[in-house]
T-cell receptor, first 112, second 113 residues
Framework: SQQGEEDPQALSIQEGENATMNCSYK?????LQWYRQNSGRGLVHLIL?????REKHSGRLRVTLDTSKKSSSLLITASRAADTASYFC????????????FGTGTRLKVLA | DVKVTQSSRYLVKRTGEKVFLECVQD?????MFWYRQDPGLGLRLIYF???????EKGDIPEGYSVSREKKERFSLILESASTNQTSMYLC????????????FGDGTRLSIL
């Protein structure tokens, strides 16, 4: 099956810095979602951006979507140690399927 | 808050055993999903269900079956466990409506010896 791909696979930054991670995908989408997964836990939904939106904000999160390039980015501003987690993008294809396509994730480590 | 509860956080079983993983959600969601998560492979969909007694195969259904007798409960069954089914299993749900955010349980880390 097709998979989204996050880039980079791993990222290590200092507390207070910004973290940017990218997601590329292959199909036409209805929307794209970002999730966070703390170590040993389930995924938690962070933000959803629809295919007709280009940018969305939620607190310290900023998501952009470029459907022409089939890519999205997640920016976390002023990162904190508590942001240490893996981040996944998930795309919802326009085909009407319930099969969300999850990427392989970016492991973010924020150093205090 | 939506709560998705998986019956076990850790489970150890032997090759050939029949294994049941249970998932319960408390928000009356129509749609429920089972994924497995392996390093470097992301989440892969095993089965999903969009209504009671309804199920559809995901991308990797071989060796698994599911049961949804009640709306709140979605069970994953490993018919005859094998070592290559050692993995983290995640259950998720979302309400009716296409493309809704999914709510996940905390996962079951299953080891098959």
């Amino acid at each position: 099956s097709q998979q989204g791909e996050e880039d980079p696979q791993a990222l290590s930054i200092q507390e207070g810095e910004n973290a940017t991670m990218n997601c590329s995908y292959k199909t036409s989408i209805n929307n794209l979602q970002w999730y966070r997964q703390n170590s040993g836990r389930g995924l938690v939904h962070l933000i959803l951006i629809r295919s007709n939106e280009r940018e969305k904000h939620s607190g310290r999160l900023r998501v952009t979507l470029d459907t022409s390039k089939k890519s999205s980015s997640l920016l976390i501003t002023a990162s904190r140690a508590a942001d240490t987690a893996s981040y996944f993008c998930a795309t919802v294809p326009t085909s009407g399927t319930y099969k969300y396509i999850f990427g392989t994730g970016t492991r973010l480590k924020v150093l205090a | 808050d939506v709560k998705v509860t998986q019956s076990s956080r850790y489970l150890v079983k032997r090759t050939g055993e029949k294994v049941f993983l249970e998932c319960v959600q408390d928000m009356d969601h129509e749609n429920m999903f089972w994924y497995r998560q392996d390093p470097g492979l992301g989440l892969r969909l095993i089965y999903f269900s969009y209504d009671v007694k309804m199920k559809e195969k995901g991308d990797i259904p071989e060796g698994y079956s599911v049961s949804r007798e009640k709306k709140e409960r979605f069970s994953l069954i490993l018919e005859s466990a094998s070592t290559n089914q050692t993995s983290m299993y995640l259950c998720a749900s979302h309400p009716t409506g296409f493309g809704q955010p999914q709510h996940f349980g905390d996962g079951t880390r299953l080891s098959i010896l």
